[in-house]
């Protein structure tokens, strides 16, 4: 089963293409490094959006800071550049999504974000 769900805020802002747009989400965590001492890392993932519907939605509301929940399934994608480099890109391509359950973007909620 491939399914993916993130807590996070968004990074870059929605763009879209006709039906088809992208945006980044930003997950945070805490992890030792290895002094042990407790730091924060943040994971920035690329977001597919399809259909027109929910591209309206984003455009309206996945701007820069928001807070989302999203799920989706991953899917890797894989082109060559003009110097015959392989490349891959692993996005996540949204099923669902809703607003973080707090609003204030100062508050932690918990998630660490």
């Known amino acids: 089963m491939n399914i993916v769900m993130l807590s996070g805020r968004v990074g870059r802002p929605f763009k879209r293409n006709g039906n088809v747009g992208e945006f980044s989400l930003a997950t945070k965590e805490a992890e030792k490094d290895e002094r ?26 996945f701007v820069k800071g928001a807070c989302l929940n999203v799920q989706g399934r991953l899917k ?29 973007r100062n508050q932690e909620g918990g998630h660490g974000i």
């Open 36 to 61: 042990g001492q407790w730091i924060e890392v943040t994971e920035w993932h690329t977001v597919k959006v399809l259909g027109a519907a929910v591209c309206d939605a984003a455009e309206k509301f």
């Open 76 to 104: 890797t994608e894989q082109w060559t550049d003009a110097d015959g480099c392989n490349h891959t890109w692993t996005k996540i391509y949204m099923q669902t999504w809703e607003f973080c359950p707090f609003t204030n």
